[in-house]
Nanobody, 122 residues
């Protein structure tokens, strides 16, 4: 069982930066791939970024490539999403997730956090 708690969301102007954190509980954190997803009002939850269990492989949605960076600190049981050059269309609730599959689909992930709101003003 893994419990995930996100933090770091907030209101930022376009072009600004935020860093989201996801703290995980459970001894098996290191064995899971981690992902970030987001859900905007009226839209389906979409993939943002993923990192494999070793932290050696990452994958990004085209919409955030070059602007967002995912990283994990296994000593702290935490995964991060550094977001830069933010755009109004990045506004959404951001969720972190843990799963045994390194993938981009919601179905690849077994555990989810409660989400943190990111709002980018123009």
């Amino acid at each position: 069982q893994v419990q995930l708690v996100e933090s770091g969301g907030g209101l930022v102007q376009a072009g600004g930066s935020l860093r989201l954190s996801c703290a995980a509980s459970g001894r098996t954190f290191m064995s899971y791939s981690m992902g970030w997803f987001r859900e905007a009002p009226g839209k389906e939850r979409e993939f943002v970024a993923a990192i494999n269990w070793r932290g050696r492989s990452t994958y990004y949605a085209d919409s955030v490539k070059g602007r967002f960076t995912i990283a994990r600190d296994s000593a702290k049981n935490t995964v991060y999403l550094q977001m830069s050059s933010l755009k109004p269309e990045d506004t959404a609730v951001y969720y972190c997730a843990a799963g045994t599959v390194f993938g981009t689909d919601v179905a690849n992930y077994d555990y989810w956090g409660q989400g943190t709101q990111v709002t980018v003003s123009s």
